[in-house]
């Protein structure tokens, strides 16, 4: 039996991945199982979800706590959360990142595999949602199930246009993933935003361009956190407090604010 933890934020899919990985591996006539971990989650959340792969005298009713395999969606959820946490020693990472493996800092030395899984799914699909692309990084690092499974099982989760998009983000990212050593390091580096921020929640942070602002104020009543300010009649966002949510940039009249990603 193999054991999978995945994760992700909330709005980038873990679960669903999750999901079409059991239905891949199901496919293939293995028993399996998807286990997602529900709380309070909200956009932008950490979120984790699991998968167990063998026979059916094998399965068990419970979380995973030694996974063989973990799965990051997110490059700088590392920072924050410890995604390593009773991953076998033999085991592996599969993680979202525009950097090689041997630049993907971790406090392991196991076998990690990297793609740029936001850049792919922002070519594919419009939006950094990654589950898809981080599926095909998984099943070119691990073998553990067959590309051609994945894509059935995509299509099993969606149709038409949308499948189609996810079927080749799974396939680009199957392409360009790399697998090596990491570069291990003692303790990730955690400090920055105050403990009661939702800073770290961010993989996208938005640019106001000061000559397109109007100050209109439309995005300062819009955010959910009040971390916007008016400063001499223009929008001047606090990063300690901004989780990224982008509402601003989707309301802003005038398209002053842009949307950067933050991945390393």
């Keep these: 039996m193999i054991e ?11 679960v669903t991945a999750s999901r079409i990985l059991a239905t891949a591996a199901f496919l293939e006539g293995h ?12 956009r932008g959340a950490p979120v984790t979800a699991f998968v167990r792969i063998g026979e059916k005298d094998q399965m068990v009713r419970s979380l995973i706590h030694e996974p063989d395999y973990v799965v990051v969606l997110d490059p700088l959820l590392r ?15 599969v993680v979202n990142s525009s950097v090689p493996p041997a630049e993907v800092e971790i406090d392991l030395d196991i ?36 590309l051609d499974s994945v894509i059935q099982a ?19 990212a199957y392409n360009r993933t790399e697998v090596g050593r990491p570069k291990v390091v003692d303790k990730i580096d955690t ?7 939702k800073a770290d929640w961010r993989t996208f942070k ?34 300690d407090y901004c989780k990224g949510c982008g ?17 390393v």
Aim: net charge neutral; aromatic share 4%.
């Design 111 to 146: 076998p990690t595999a990297s793609v740029d899984a936001t850049a792919i799914a922002l070519e594919v699909l419009g939006r950094p949602i990654t589950n898809t692309a981080i599926l095909g990084a998984f099943c070119k690092a691990t073998g553990e199930v067959k």
């Design 191 to 197: 400090s920055g935003a105050p403990s009661n921020s």
């Design 154 to 172: 995509v299509k099993q989760q969606w149709s038409g246009r949308l499948a189609e998009m996810n079927v080749k983000a799974v396939e680009e």
């Design 31 to 42: 028993h399996s199982q998807s286990i997602p971990m529900y709380g309070t989650e909200r």
């Design 206 to 239: 938005p640019i106001v361009d000061a000559e397109k602002c109007t100050g209109c104020k439309l995005c300062w009543m819009v955010c959910p956190d009040g971390s916007i300010d008016m400063v001499e009649k223009k929008s001047v966002i606090n990063y």
């Design 79 to 93: 920072k924050t959360v410890n995604i390593t946490d009773g991953l076998k020693d033999t085991g592996m990472l």
């Design 4 to 14: 999978i933890r995945f994760h992700g934020r909330g709005g980038q899919g873990a």
């Design 247 to 263: 509402i601003c940039a989707e309301q802003c009249p005038v398209d002053a604010i842009l949307m950067k990603s933050e991945a």
